[in-house]
């Protein structure tokens, strides 16, 4: 899998190939990797497929920006890590793992974002998703008397893992001991830096409950000097692990320590890959916010 797909069906080969691109540059996701997709594969399929790489995205910034150890097992079997690897691939280049030519852009001036966010409101999605009333019941009760954001119809496609994720996506914005704006600004980062626009919407609807007006949200893109620098560490971390997270080092987290504690620290982390795995869904799907 990491040096030589011509051994796997055209299905499993397409499969890979937008799994690549979707972690490696999701900026660049378009109608035409979705339509490539849809030579293989339905709609649920598609939407299923979206959600496994964003939740792997997920995982993998969780894991490794953390230095947590790799399990010895899984389930009941133990597995052996040091086996040697076979003459064929010892020496074979990856096709998978991201080579250090491939940064982000820099960021887009304020006037192609708005335009962005404009556009982001008449698109028609890339798949077809479910009822709006299938929707609703993923919702909690206080929450069913309006129309369903497009993410939560997509994830309606599964009813008892999308209810499960939109909890998620309640606590990652309500629950923990990091301030709520804090995590807002996060949000907000990990949206630009991966051109998530339905996301950045989400983020920019968040900030502006919380008070923030348009050119304190575009000045997090810097991050602002008039931020307390706990904050502009945090955002600078969250901007790296989102675009580069294979340059993270133990002296990232070392920084984040000086003004967090352990458990704001891993929180910092958490909303990071929560965001990460959401843009990747709500992008890569091309869903249309609607205020």
Known sequence: ???????????????????????????????????????????????????????????????DSLGIPQDQGFGDGQIQFDQPTSARFVDAPSIVAPSHDQARPPLEPRSQVEAALNHCRERLARVELPTDDQARALLTPDQRDKPAPEWVRALAYFPQTGAAQVAAAEAVAKEGKLDKLLKAQIAWTSAR?????YALADAE??????????????????????????????????????????????????RLRRYFSDYETAEIVYVVCHSNSFDRFTEALGLRWID
């Open 1 to 63: 899998m990491d040096s030589d797909w011509s051994v796997f069906l055209p299905d499993e080969r397409a499969a890979f190939a937008f799994t690549r691109a979707l972690t490696v540059r999701p900026d660049l996701i378009g109608n035409d990797d979705i339509a490539a997709l849809h030579k293989h594969f339905g709609d649920r399929e598609i939407v299923e497929l979206v959600f496994t790489i964003g939740r792997f995205n997920s995982t993998t910034r969780w894991t």
């Open 205 to 254: 609807r968040r900030l502006s409950l919380l008070g923030q007006s348009a050119d304190q949200m575009f000045a997090l893109d810097g991050p602002s000097e008039e931020l307390s620098r706990g904050t502009r560490e945090a955002l600078v971390f969250a901007a790296k692990l989102t675009a580069s997270p294979q340059r993270m080092t133990d002296g990232d987290i070392e």
């Open 193 to 197: 830096h991966n051109r998530a626009w």
